[in-house]
C-alpha cells in the first residue's frame, strides 16, 4: 500500500503551495471517509469542467501546478484529487478509460471527429479497506446543464459516469478500460492521444488547444 501514498513527480504533494492548500482538511478532526468526500466535493466543484485546454507535457500534469488553475478535465482533476488524498494519508491511483458521450456537444465532436472521450481518467480511493471510484471530472453546473444529477460519493460505493440521464437518455458508456496505474502513465496517455487524436495536436481549432509546450498562454 505504500507506493500508493508516494510523493512522486506528478504527485507532488510535499510541495508547500499543495501543503498550504490542504491545511484545513488535514487538521480537522473528521474521518478519512469525510475527508474524502469533502475533497471530492472541492475538486469537483471548485474546478470548472474544461476539455478544451489540454497540455501534453509532464510539469502541465503535476498537482503544486494543477491546483494553481480554476478548470481542468478529467485527467488534471483525478490527478488533483489523488494527489490531495495522498497528501491527508489516503492511499490513491488513477484509473483510466475510453468512454462515448451520448450527450456531448456538437462543437467538441465537430473539432475532435468524434463522441469517444479518451484515455478519460478518473480516481479510486482506499477506504475503510476497500478501494472505491471517484469521478470528480463534471462540475455541478455543467450536470445541470446536461440534465444529468451531479456524481455524489460517499467514501463507500463507486462513483463513476452514469449511462443515462435524468430522463433516460444514454449519456455515457465505458468502451475500454486502461486499468489502474499508483502513478501517471504520461507516456500512454500521450500515445493515445496521438492515436485517436493527433490531427488536432499544436494546432488551435476553435477553442481548442491540444499542445506539447509547457508552459503555454492558454
Known amino acids: 500500500m505504500e507506493v500508493y501514498l508516494k510523493n512522486t513527480f506528478y504527485f507532488d504533494y510535499k510541495e508547500l503551495n499543495v501543503q498550504k492548500y490542504i491545511t484545513k482538511i488535514k487538521k480537522s ?20 469542467y474544461n476539455p478544451y485546454k489540454i497540455v501534453l507535457h509532464p510539469e502541465a500534469l503535476r498537482l503544486s501546478y494543477l491546483i494553481t488553475k480554476d478548470y481542468g478535465y478529467c485527467v488534471e482533476k483525478s490527478i488533483i484529487l489523488a494527489g490531495l488524498a495522498r497528501a491527508i494519508g489516503i492511499p490513491s491511483r488513477l484509473g483510466f478509460a475510453n468512454v462515448r458521450n451520448h450527450l456531448g456537444t456538437e462543437k467538441i465532436e ?10 478519460h481518467g478518473y480516481c479510486e480511493l ?5 478501494w472505491v471510484k471517484a469521478t470528480p471530472a463534471f462540475n455541478k453546473d455543467l450536470c445541470k446543464k446536461f440534465g444529468v444529477n451531479p456524481l455524489e460519493f460517499n467514501g463507500l460505493e463507486d462513483s463513476i459516469f452514469q449511462a443515462y440521464n435524468a ?10 478500460d486502461y486499468g489502474t496505474f499508483d502513478d501517471m502513465p504520461f507516456e500512454l496517455f500521450k500515445q493515445e492521444f496521438y492515436l485517436y487524436y493527433g490531427h488536432l495536436i499544436n494546432r488551435q481549432i ?7 509546450t509547457f508552459p503555454v498562454n492558454l
Do not use: C, H, P, W
Open 206 to 212: 476553435e477553442d481548442m488547444y491540444i499542445t506539447e
Open 167 to 176: 430522463e433516460g437518455s444514454l449519456f455515457m458508456e465505458y468502451l475500454q
Open 110 to 119: 465537430r473539432i475532435l471527429g468524434t463522441n469517444i472521450l479518451v484515455f
Open 126 to 130: 482506499y477506504l475503510n479497506g476497500k
Open 29 to 48: 478532526s473528521d474521518s478519512q471517509i469525510d475527508k474524502a468526500k469533502k475533497l471530492y466535493l472541492m475538486i469537483r466543484d471548485g474546478f470548472q
